[in-house]
């Protein structure tokens, strides 16, 4: 019964957004209040609604309630009771409405912080959200409803696939589509704007603290699921550019755009038109990635057919509302009104090479990913584009970002001085190319180009400190003075700086591990010990051990430097049973940045079993530097709050304008 | 989620989800091996989701990596070895595609999508110089605009 009560809630869910994708709009034009006021108590009792029905859901899988369909083909009453919340959203069905609860509870953080927003822009707003809404709950009620019964009821489910068993499953999910979903506030915010037929510095306001929130997670969801899949696939690869991979990061690079465009927006009313379609763009990678992966297109073409409802549903949402904001953007953008002038070597400038930068290289995996699926369909041609290939383009366009990064925040708005920026920056840069061939000698060499890339790292790091420094004046007035000034800059200048810094960290941890990262392959027997990283790994032996719903056999490992043991790990080879399917849990251990990577391999004939191990150095940097980036963002986030609540708080008003802000 | 998927296809496309070169496929010279290993990178697992032949364990991926071995011993150049696998599985092996009419969008992609940019930044910039600036609001909104940016 309680299964249809939630289905029911997704059905008066959909009559909900039904009503707030018309009624709050009309209102908007006609300028009626009481029509506009749907928006903000229609969008909360969406969000109640569609909350309800996965609360339902959620519940049929932690009871385990197998005449439900969804629960049947992914749990298992054996399965550990975190999987059993987390295998919710573990599946087509359950992540769909993961993707529509998110989706809402934008709709009613908008309707709850955006009290000081103009009347017609929110209902507009909300209204787009609610268009999104209605789309994705007729996706779920007519492709993909997990609110299925089965009769009879079998016994036992088939299990939640093994890879998925994980802690990654309960954070990287829902932190991706926080990211991912956190766009569509930005793309509401833009065509709501089109809409209306004007756009200025107070919208970029407002649409930047819901772009930093949604860049924030999409970081931090992305740098999650990289690290889930560097520790479970057993191969200690961290970053595959599959297309699966390169649809979570092309609205990455895309948000990182809007990020710094919106910024001069609201700054200098400049780069209007531009930031309004990078909003619209987001947000539609956003959806091409997740229901290109959905639809299996990506994979092969054939998956397609395979589920001809999902895929044509899929296409129709696509070209509804991709097209439909294009063309919209088409019609109006002509008339919005140009903004301030700048010089090209300025802060402005700066952004604009950014986003010049972070649009090809956006487009450049969109066409890697797209090529060959595009090739095939048209002239039946296979190709590959893999790895090596977005190494390469990739790279070359990555490499003048990150020289830039560090001239950006020092030049002035408007006209700056590049020979300043540069007088401050050089000795900065001495010091990272000092640092980095001190680094190379450390580790005995590797290619000479690695030289480059550590400096190139350091650069960024060193960098966004000497923004910091110069900021506040260090050296230049008194001690007290200059921490004064220090502590009194924005929050986002904070924010900004560890941004920067987290990408110089990744940057290092990328160049570290492509360049001094070691790989051995051998055949191990019990007793045997093998040198790694400076480490010596001996192997204890193999031991057969039980889960509550797998069996494994593990090996033991103890590491030793110079003589004494540091450390020990298991490595495993486990065998789900419900499903039959094998798994590898490498052993991973962490010294400092560093990580040693044991993994198991096939037993041999004599007793043995093959083992690759990989020291890995300063890996940890790679996710670190994310980690810092997230928290550069929710660093400025936290100023933007100040701001955008401020009619409502004016008596905080309190924070001294010491240096320029941002 | 995306991740997920990710995961699972690569997972259910794996036999035993460990590892690819085995030890007794490594050549005795360290740096022919060295060469191995990067002709491997480049070069697609047929039967695979998107994985090269280096991190792939199944048995047509072992093959590949064993005939690369043989061509390397054999004394062909990393180009001859490309060439002679490519004459035999055809240029999807390759994930990095070479050069050609077919694949001149993809490569030139990042280059056209520069030029389109810089150019479009510079015909703009023309454009608009001289022209008067800033949207133009009612003194109602210019009123409310300053109260919320001086916040």
Same mark, same amino acid.
Request: net charge positive; no cysteine; aromatic share 6%.
């Given at each position: 019964m309680i299964i249809e009560i939630g289905h029911y809630a997704l059905v008066l869910a959909l009559a909900t957004a039904l009503i707030l994708s018309i009624v709050p709009a009309l209102g908007a034009r006609r300028h009626d209040r009481a029509m506009m006021d749907v928006a903000t108590i229609g969008s909360l009792a969406m969000f109640s609604l569609v909350a309800f029905a996965f609360g339902v859901l959620t519940y049929a899988h932690v009871v385990s309630d197998f005449s439900v369909e969804n629960v049947w083909e992914n749990s298992h009453s054996l399965v550990p009771l975190i999987y059993k919340y987390s295998g919710v959203w573990g599946n087509h &069905?359950?992540?769909?409405?993961?993707?529509? #609860?998110? #989706?809402?509870?934008?709709?009613?953080?908008?309707a709850v912080f955006g009290r000081n927003l103009p009347e017609t822009l929110k209902a507009n707003v909300l209204s787009v959200q609610a268009w999104i809404s209605v789309a994705f709950t007729l996706f779920i009620l007519l492709t993909s409803n997990p609110f299925l019964r089965l009769d009879p009821a079998p016994a036992e489910g088939r299990d939640l696939n093994p890879v998925l068993q994980d802690v990654g499953l309960a954070i990287h999910p829902p932190l991706l589509y926080l990211g991912y979903v956190g766009f569509s506030v930005c793309f509401s915010f833009a065509v709501a704007a089109l809409i209306e037929g004007r756009i200025d510095a107070a919208w970029a306001r407002w649409v930047r603290p819901w772009t930093l929130a949604a860049w924030t997670f999409l970081t931090l969801g992305i740098a999650m699921g990289s690290y889930w899949a560097y520790y479970e696939l057993g191969w200690g690869g961290w970053w595959f550019w599959d297309p699966v991979e390169n649809a979570s990061f092309m609205p990455w690079l895309a948000g990182t755009a809007l990020l710094h465009s919106a910024l001069v927006m609201e700054k200098r009313e400049a780069l209007k038109i531009w930031t309004v379609l990078l909003a619209i763009l987001t947000f539609s990678l956003s959806l091409m990635g997740t229901f290109l992966v959905r639809s299996g297109v990506l994979t092969s073409v054939h998956a397609f057919a395979s589920d001809p409802s999902r895929g044509v549903f899929i296409l129709c949402i696509l070209l509804i509302f991709i097209g439909g904001a294009l063309s919209l953007f088409a019609f109006r953008a002509p008339k919005l009104s140009a903004g301030g002038l700048f010089a090209p070597i300025s802060r402005e400038g700066a952004l604009v090479v950014n986003n010049l930068i972070l649009t090809v290289a956006c487009g450049t995996v969109l066409t890697g990913t797209l090529y060959p699926l595009l090739l095939e369909t048209i002239t039946g041609d296979k190709i590959s584009v893999g790895p090596p290939f977005f190494n390469l383009t990739f790279g070359l366009l990555m490499a003048p970002l990150i020289v830039i990064v560090p001239f950006g925040p020092l030049l002035a708005w408007k006209r700056g001085d590049l020979l300043g920026a540069y007088q401050r920056l050089y000795v900065v840069a001495g010091l990272a190319f000092t640092a980095a061939l001190i680094f190379f000698y450390l580790e005995q060499g590797g290619p000479v180009l690695s030289v480059l890339g550590l400096a190139a790292g350091l650069f960024l790091v060193l960098g966004a400190a000497a923004d910091l420094w110069y900021r506040a004046g260090i050296g230049k007035v008194a001690g007290n003075v200059a921490w004064r000034r220090f502590t009194g800059l924005p929050r986002s !200048?904070?924010?900004?700086?560890?941004?920067?810094?987290? #990408?110089?960290?990744?940057?290092?941890?990328?160049?570290?591990?492509?360049?001094? =990262?070691? &790989?051995?392959?051998? &055949?191990?027997?019990?007793?045997?010990t093998t040198d790694a990283g400076g480490y010596s790994l001996h192997f204890d032996g193999m031991q057969p051990a039980t889960g509550p719903n797998y069996t494994e056999e593990r090996g033991h490992f103890t590491?030793?430097?110079?003589?004494?043991?540091?450390? $020990?790990?298991?490595?495993?080879?486990?065998?789900?049973?419900?499903? =039959?399917?094998?798994t590898t849990e490498a052993g991973i251990l962490t010294f400092g940045l560093s990580q040693l990577y044991v993994s198991l391999g096939d037993a041999t004939k004599d007793g043995g079993i093959v083992v690759r191990i990989w020291w890995k150095p300063f890996i940890l940097c790679i996710?670190?530097?994310?980690? #810092?980036? !997230?928290?550069?963002?929710?660093?400025?986030?936290? $100023?933007?709050?100040?701001?955008?609540?401020?009619?409502?708080?004016?008596?905080?008003?309190?924070?001294?304008?010491?240096?320029?802000? &941002? | 989620m995306i991740r997920c998927l990710f995961l699972v296809l690569a997972m259910m496309l794996m036999a035993a989800p460990a590892f690819a070169v085995n030890p007794d496929e490594v050549l005795a010279d360290p740096a022919l091996e060295a060469r191995a290993r990067a002709l491997s990178a480049e070069l697609r697992c047929m039967v695979c989701q998107n994985q090269s032949i280096d991190d792939s364990n199944a048995d047509l991926a072992k093959d590949l990596r064993l005939l690369v071995r043989e061509r390397i011993t054999d004394g062909d150049s990393d180009e001859a070895v490309l060439n002679y696998i490519v004459s035999r599985y055809g240029e999807f092996v390759l994930l990095k595609p070479r050069f050609s009419m077919k694949t001149g969008l993809l490569w030139g992609a990042p280059v056209l999508l520069v030029l389109a940019g810089g150019l479009s930044l510079l015909f703009l910039a023309r454009r608009r110089a001289g022209k008067p600036t800033g949207s133009k609001l009612t003194a109602e909104e210019q009123a409310q605009l300053t109260e919320l940016l001086k916040k």
């Open positions: &069905e359950g992540s769909m409405m993961l993707w529509l #609860l998110i #989706l809402t509870l934008f709709s009613a953080l908008v !200048a904070f924010g900004s700086a560890l941004a920067h810094a987290g #990408l110089g960290v990744t940057v290092l941890g990328i160049v570290a591990v492509t360049t001094f =990262q070691t &790989e051995h392959v051998i &055949e191990m027997k019990p007793g045997a590491v030793r430097r110079a003589g004494v043991a540091v450390a $020990d790990t298991w490595s495993a080879k486990r065998l789900y049973t419900a499903r =039959q399917m094998p996710w670190g530097g994310a980690v #810092l980036m !997230a928290f550069g963002g929710l660093v400025s986030l936290s $100023d933007r709050r100040l701001r955008v609540g401020a009619p409502r708080r004016k008596a905080k008003q309190t924070r001294p304008a010491l240096g320029p802000a &941002e | -």
